[in-house]
């Protein structure tokens, strides 16, 4: 995101990064049924923002 020149790349990148397509959630959840792949695209934004915090976490313990 340092190196995105123009404000709209950075907003493209953050929409991709919580909300990705659903051809990369069916591969990352392997979601069956019918609701699966609704509650895979609400859940995988909360799944980026917790690996973000606990990656913080480790950068930042002593």
Do not use: I, N, T
Request: charged share 20%; net charge positive.
């Amino acid at each position: 995101l340092a190196l995105a020149d123009r404000p709209a790349d950075v907003l493209r990148v953050m929409v991709w990064l919580f909300f990705p397509g659903p051809h990369w959630l069916a591969e990352r959840y392997r979601p069956q049924g019918r609701w699966r792949p609704w509650v895979a695209c609400l859940w995988h934004p909360w799944v980026v923002l917790s690996q973000g915090v606990l990656g913080l976490r480790a950068l930042l313990k002593p």
